[in-house]
């Protein structure tokens, strides 16, 4: 056997490894963790993810409040940075099922994770206590 080919064959093992744990819709934590059936699943996802999307606009809300004009504004411009990000992300989450079942909730569970965690973020950054 080549080699080449030995060497290669953990390192094709470990990217399907790393993609099949890393969606977000597999993390133990995810407010829809465990529930069954596409339907049942894209339901419990939108839900969530509108509730995180509150939650991150209330607390950016509460931050802008309290920051002089400088600060809103790089505040400002990196949500929008985020945004992009976040975006961008989680389209490369989604297809990386290509047209199956799952790409639709894998979307919807990148964006409630990465909302719920910017939304930690902003309350570490900005030092509002975490409840």
Known sequence: MNPRFCLLIPLVCSI??????AQHMNEPDSPCA?????TDLVACLSKARDTSDAQLNSVYSDIRK???????????GAQRLWIQYR??????????????????????????AMTRARTKELKVTYKIRLK
């Open 16 to 21: 399907f490894l790393v993609i099949s744990h």
């Open 34 to 38: 465990g529930i069954g059936g596409t």
């Open 66 to 76: 309290r920051l002089d004009a400088n600060e809103a504004k790089e505040l400002i």
């Open 87 to 112: 975006d961008a992300n989680c389209t490369a989450e989604r297809n990386l099922y290509g047209n199956g079942t799952a790409a639709g909730p894998a979307y919807l569970a990148c964006l409630e």
